[in-house]
């Protein structure tokens, strides 16, 4: 086992295994933050298995997960609105620590996959992924400003 697969290790089995019992447990504010979360601890614990096992196609499935998962926790959003405008959920630390995790991750990779289309593509799914969560948060949260329904 390398340090990349034990980093995957933490971050799966800590991450996750948290955010599945947010999901499936406690008020609802508290289960559409914990899916929200699952992406964003999933993506990164995808991309250091890929380094871990030699595996660029995690990346791949990493990339893929980056772009659904924040349009997922949208569509919750936006059909639990009516639910969730009583008691908006507040996620604010857990938004910036999980981008933190997901820039610290691909900044590390970067650096060891060095300067070729490997990293373009780890710097696409780290700002498809931090760029995503923090709009799925936002709009959890009460939405935008100025968006009628949202």
Do not use: H
Request: hydrophobic content about 55%; proline content about 5%; some cysteine.
């Amino acid at each position: 086992m390398n340090g990349w697969l034990l980093a995957a290790t933490v971050v799966l089995g800590g991450g996750v295994g948290a955010t599945l019992w947010g999901v499936a447990t406690g008020p609802l504010r508290r289960r559409v933050v914990a899916q929200n979360l699952s992406t964003a601890l999933a993506c990164p614990g995808l991309l250091l298995l890929g380094q871990g096992y030699e595996r660029p196609s995690y990346v791949d499935l990493a990339l893929v997960l980056a772009l659904l998962g924040p349009v997922g926790t949208l569509v919750f959003a936006r059909l639990l609105a009516d639910e969730l405008a009583d008691d908006p959920p507040r996620a604010r630390g857990l938004t910036w620590a999980a981008a933190g995790l997901a820039a610290s991750v691909v900044l590390a990779l970067c650096v060891a996959a060095g300067p070729s289309r490997a990293m373009v593509k780890l710097l696409l799914t780290g700002a498809l992924l931090i760029g995503g969560n923090m709009a799925a948060s936002r709009a959890l949260s009460g939405g935008f400003a100025g968006v009628r329904g949202g």
